[in-house]
């Protein structure tokens, strides 16, 4: 079957009053049906833009170029009509922070009720007793009761489970998760993630996780893509890439995650510097001023995504295997 | 269960609004008394002098001779009672009386254009922010500020001048009961300001909350555009104009003082602004305490529409 | 600092409407002040041989007389100037007071802002215009009282905006920084709150003088602001309302410099506003 999702060299970038900002740099990926993919990189790496443009979210100073391809359906440039057909129904994103990203003045019964009553052509009633049993399918108590109350009376995860249940409504083909964990609790963001795990199962769908910790991925994800500065510096299956890394910041990010078995460091491992402001491009490999294996060539030449293995590698020197 | 605990919560909150209010008129009415008692010459010091015999017995209908605080507290119970005392210029008349009559028609235009200000100056900001640096959000805007600029004691005559005298269209000025005519360039040039305004705060707030990320999640869903507007971003977007209802009707009461002396309109606008050149004391005390009232009720409608706006209201206090 | 102050100029002069609108005022300012130089009327001298008269040259009655023959060009700008002194003074009065006022109860906080705030809410909730006609009615009307009246209204929105900078000025760490090396409030507020309240109090200096001219020339224009026999654009406007069909110039010229003055001073101000980047407290 082919591709879910496919990004064919999309570039995004902001006009703002001094100038244009580059958050995404001729970035392409496929995400297969039923895979799970992760989208690895800090923030600043144009890891939430590009979603953002599949989904044609992008705010109005926004310019793009490139393609997205949705089950044959070209996203970028598509008109509201084509978008809206497709948005909420089998593309479905889930967003971080669920205070902020749910309406404050409606109901909870409301704003999922009104996804089905927008695609399925349910009648209010209907949609709103769907509602009901998608929270259940959630693991939320008392549903009847959530379902009329606001998001403030909710709980952080409760809020979270409740955006899920949103994007799943519609028995989505592909969901798209920004950093779905990402204002919770440590306790709760287990949870979050096992209810996706389950999710993922019973309605066979793919699934991209994005997200700036490696760690909450890692045993989750079918592949890995790892983002820097704009652009997609590795792509491999998950376990051959946290086993054998082969670009130098993934090998760090694996680096700096704490560890709970083996000897206490003497201290935490960290990154050193800062990525590169979107404003300000360099020449050669965004990553060269940080990387241990920097070379005079890596500050010249940009280094190309090559394919490496099951997958690819954007770096003069990649570590071997 | 729970709907009985929110209507409760509306209640108390509705109760503690109320109990700032009644304080407030309470305190503009003594206010008001003793402003009156301090003024130099007392209401009776006109320009003719009256003999002794008839101003001892106006001082003493006016209950001037009696102690300060019984002369207050006298004014208060005339006040509960609705009787506001004579008019000193239209001696056929109560203060009551004119307050009567000139009420509602005062009240008639000044609703027909906080009405029309919302009806057309909240889409019209709506849109302006949806179709944001267009042609109409240009032209919108460069008139809203026109509308907010310019006084409404120079719009009228404008208007008067060219719809009356130039277009024959309307009437320049006058009443007559039941005319709808006469009545359409003052409600325009009361209309005009908080209309202007209107459109402004609507498009600003409409603007900010259309940023929101909540309002990037209703278009996620693939909901239409105009469901987003309608449903999700209308009533936050309206909190600023709610807020902004009470100075919209202060200022559709003051410009209803000179559009009313314009236009010759029998409303208790023309009746303050020559109880003010008269010098007419009770008259125009009567009318600084019905507006006073107006002001404080209009107050308290919009605690109850914050509430309704903001579900997150209610729960507080 | 200055980089800031460039930036500002910069975007303020890239905004054409508000550059545009600049010029007009500089214009009219400059007209009210130089003017009556170049013309032999008077006033309020009556030229009974020309009552009425349509703007035109004869006698130097550019814009017309009114009714007692009294020369508008002359009159329109005396007014433009008596409006404009009234709406600088009272605007940096207001400024004053409620600058000082907000700063303090921003600055302090706790109780004492909780009762100043207080005060200003149930002054704001009062219909002070109402009260200021209520009182011109006693005590007559003169100009002294006429600027307490305008004063008293204009501070309460500057004391407001300016209490709400200044709390979330406190609230930095630079702020904080001072108060542990021992500075007293006073300094605080001199050295580090005040610089930076500079901008709102600008914006909303500049949109307070548009918001005083209106409001004084709407007592005037009732009859209860300035009176005879000085002039404002309220009184004129008010001259000019009752000869609306017969000579429609009388109300039209001192209504056209009230409305553009108006109009372009509140178009500074909000291109003021855009250019510092100010938001409300």
């Known amino acids: ?321 | 269960m729970r709907s009985v605990a929110r209507l409760a919560a509306m209640v108390r909150y509705f109760l503690t609004r109320l109990a700032t209010a009644i304080p407030t008129l309470f305190i503009i009415v003594t206010i008001t008394f003793f402003v009156m008692r301090a003024a130099p010459g007392g209401p009776f010091d006109q320009e003719q002098a009256l003999p002794p015999e008839i101003l001892a017995n106006l001082q003493n209908a006016y209950g001037q001779n009696l102690p300060v605080w019984r002369q207050y507290v006298r004014y208060l119970s005339s006040l509960a009672h609705g009787d506001f005392g004579p008019s000193f210029k239209y001696k056929d008349f109560t203060v009551t009386e004119l307050i009567g009559q000139g009420l509602p028609v005062t009240l008639k235009l000044g609703s027909i254009a906080i009405v029309l200000a919302l009806l057309l100056g909240i889409p019209l900001g709506a849109l302006a922010a949806v179709r944001q640096n267009s042609v109409l959000d240009y032209t919108a805007m460069s008139l809203a500020v026109l509308g907010i600029a310019i006084p409404s004691f120079v719009v009228l005559p404008v208007l008067a001048l060219l719809f009356g005298i130039y277009l024959h269209w309307l009437p320049v000025a006058g009443w007559e009961p039941g005319s709808v005519r006469h009545l359409v360039l003052p409600i325009a040039a009361l209309t005009l300001p908080p209309l202007a305004y209107i459109a402004r705060l609507t498009r600003g707030s409409m603007l900010e909350v259309l940023h929101s990320q909540f309002i990037r999640t209703a278009r996620a869903k693939g909901l239409p555009l105009r469901t987003v507007i309608l449903r999700h971003a209308m009533r936050p977007a309206l909190m600023p104009v709610a807020s902004y209802l009470v100075p919209a009707v202060a200022a559709i009461m003051t410009g209803s003082l000179v559009v009313e002396s314009i236009a010759g309109l029998p409303g208790i606008g023309r009746y303050l602004v020559q109880g003010a050149v008269n010098r007419d004391y009770t008259l125009v005390l009567g009318m600084v305490i019905i507006y006073s009232a107006l002001l404080i009720g209009m107050g308290l409608l919009v605690d109850l529409l914050y509430a309704w706006l903001d579900p997150r209201v209610r729960s507080q206090r | 600092m200055s980089a800031l102050v460039q930036d500002a100029v910069a975007r303020f002069l890239a905004n054409r409407g508000a550059v545009a609108a600049l010029l007009v005022a500089v214009l009219i300012v400059a007209l009210s002040i130089a003017g009556p130089w170049f013309n032999p009327n008077g006033y309020d001298t009556l030229d009974w041989l020309h009552t009425a008269a349509r703007p035109g040259l004869p006698q130097a009655h550019w814009f017309g007389t009114d009714r007692l023959g009294r020369d508008l060009f002359v009159r329109t700008l005396q007014g433009t100037r008596v409006s404009l002194t009234i709406g600088l003074v009272a605007s940096a009065v207001s400024v004053l007071i409620g600058v000082g006022y907000g700063a303090i109860a921003g600055y302090v906080g706790g109780r004492t802002d909780h009762i100043m705030m207080r005060i200003i809410e149930i002054l704001s909730g009062l219909p002070l215009i109402f009260f200021i006609i209520f009182v011109t009615v006693f005590f007559g009307r003169n100009v002294f009282l006429l600027f307490v009246s305008i004063g008293a209204v204009a501070w309460l929105t500057m004391a407001r905006i300016v209490r709400g900078q200044t709390m979330s000025i406190r609230r930095q760490e630079f702020v904080e920084a001072a108060v542990a090396c021992g500075a007293t409030p006073a300094r605080i507020i001199m050295r580090h709150v005040i610089p930076n309240l500079i901008g709102t109090v600008v914006v909303y200096a500049t949109l307070s003088v548009p918001q005083i001219i209106l409001f004084e020339s709407f007592l005037s224009f009732l009859g209860l602001g300035i009176q005879e026999p000085s002039v404002s654009l309220g009184t004129l406007v008010a001259d000019g309302a009752g000869e609306l069909e017969a000579a429609p110039w009388i109300i039209l010229i001192p209504g056209t410099f009230l409305a553009l003055l108006l109009l372009c001073l509140n178009i500074c101000g909000d291109g003021l506003r855009d250019a510092l980047d100010v938001r409300q407290g």
Not at chain 1, 57 to 78: H, M, W
Not at chain 1, 126 to 147: K, T, V, Y
Not at chain 1, 156 to 173: A, D, H, K, T, Y
């Open chain 1, 1 to 321: 079957m082919s591709a879910a999702l496919i990004v064919e060299s999309l570039n995004v970038s902001f006009t703002q009053r001094r100038g244009s900002i580059e958050a995404v740099r001729q970035v392409s990926l496929e995400v297969a049906p039923g895979e799970c993919l992760a989208l690895v990189g800090e923030s600043g790496s144009g890891k939430t833009q590009l979603f953002q443009a599949a989904m044609g979210l992008l705010p109005k100073n926004a310019s793009t170029d490139g393609r997205v391809i949705f089950q044959g359906v070209e996203l970028l440039g598509a008109d509201d009509a084509t978008l809206n057909r497709v948005r909420g129904s089998k593309l479905a994103m889930v967003f971080q922070d669920p205070m902020m990203s749910l309406t404050p003045h409606l109901r909870i019964g409301t704003q999922l009720a009104e996804v089905l009553v927008q695609h399925a052509g349910l009648s209010w009633r209907d949609a709103w007793r769907s509602a009901g049993s998608m929270l259940e399918r959630m693991r939320i108590a008392e549903p009847q009761l959530r379902l009329r109350q606001y998001p403030h009376e909710l709980s952080g995860g409760m809020r979270q489970r409740v955006m899920i249940g949103m994007s799943l409504l519609c028995e989505p083909s592909l969901v798209i998760a920004d950093e779905p964990t990402a204002s919770l609790d440590v306790t709760v963001q287990g949870q979050i993630m096992e209810l996706l795990r389950a999710m993922r199962r019973e309605f066979d769908m793919s699934l991209v996780l994005i997200s700036h910790d490696l760690a909450v991925v890692a045993g989750f994800a079918d592949r890995i893509l790892v983002m820097y500065a704009g652009r997609i510096v590795e792509n491999a299956a998950a376990v051959e890439l946290l086993g054998h890394p082969r670009h130098p910041y993934t090998a760090e990010l694996i680096r700096c995650i704490p560890r709970i078995t083996g000897p206490l460091p003497g201290r935490m491992a960290t990154l050193a510097g800062q990525p590169p402001r979107p404003q300000d491009p360099q020449p050669g490999c965004a990553f060269a001023p940080r990387c241990p294996r920097a070379a005079p060539h890596c500050r010249v030449e940009r280094p190309p995504l090559r394919a490496l293995g099951s997958g690819a590698v954007a770096c003069h020197f990649p570590l071997d295997p």
